[in-house]
């Protein structure tokens, strides 16, 4: 296995590294159009001169990145709960957290900021190197416990790097130095059907020395669902998938950062964070009883079950699953002026998209972004 030493140029920033880039941080021009959201009240030199003084990664988490996700629990949300925390106090030692993923930056804030709160190490984060296309967001994210996850590499490139950020995530969790959090696949669900990829169980798997099952043993692979009342980037998504129905969908310069900022402006109504039972070593021998990617596939659907599981469900899912099905079968769950209301959402947030995109298509898209969980959970 790497050494340490061998991880630098994926691994978030030590202490020393964070102090330096903190430091460049604080002279952006932004620094003081983001502090009168965080710091209302206080000078606009507020988050700068804090900046100034943070010298660990601990201290920017704590003093900033506390700070900010407070203020969009505050300001976009009707309020964050969770559950299952005792299931991430019941590990002996670090965990891999693979999580459902609706909002780039989002879903692993809310969940440090759970953790935090309870008491529990946070996480690194893995994060596609897309995301760091610039020096500043690559600052601010390595000084937030973040893992790169390089992309867009050739097949043999792709096999070479996932080792390594195989190798990566065992040592960290084997070690003791950090648990980490991952999401289930390779971008965000568009379409609101969690689904894990297997090639990220088989990726795990590459670095093990041992047996199967001591393999997967030793992650404590803990499945974590994220859920939000109104689906982040919803009208972003139902655009993208409209388009790739015709033709290849090609992102724009700077598209997910703009999307980064879309979710974190947007109203979210509620949010809930589910921490699932940790994989059992029961369930991963069964498991390796299985032969070839069967292995894979079974703790898959354990993990996605997990997931589905643990998602919980709004009124916005059930109207939307009404909708596109014509029944009234969740009526109970909502009220006529709630359907109402949504409906208006829905029609008002495909407006907004451009006028030559097909409408009846959008809503149908757009509908099943929410209708989807629910399907997801009578599938059960």
Known sequence: MEEVKDFENIGPYNDQEAAYAISRLANHPYVYRVSRYLFPGEPSNTLRKALKKIHTVDEFQQIVMNQAVGWVLDNTTEGLTYEGIENVKGIKGKFLAMSNHRDIILDPAFTQYVLLRNGVALTEIAVGDNLLSSKTVERLLRCNRSIKVIRGLSARELYTQSKFLSNYIRNSIVSG??????????GRTKDGM??????????????????F????????????SISYEYESCDARKAREMLISRSRKYVKKKDEDMHSILTGIRQQKGRVHLCFGK?????EIAAAAACSGNDRYQYLRQ????RIVEGYKLWKTNYIAYDLVHGTDKYSSQYTLQQKADFEKYVAHKIG???KSLDRTQLREIFLNIYANPVLSKERL
């Not at 130095?177 to 390779?186: G, L």
């Open 194 to 211: 969690d689904a894990t990829e297997q090639g990220l169980l088989k990726m795990f798997d590459m670095s093990g020395e041992g047996s």
């Open 177 to 186: 130095k950090s648990s980490v959090w991952i999401a289930q696949r390779q």
């Open 302 to 305: 354990i993990v996605d079950r």
């Open 278 to 282: 940790p994989l059992t070593a029961e």
């Open 352 to 354: 907004k998209l451009q």
């Open 213 to 224: 099952a001591d393999n997967f043993g030793q992650l404590n692979i803990i499945p974590l």
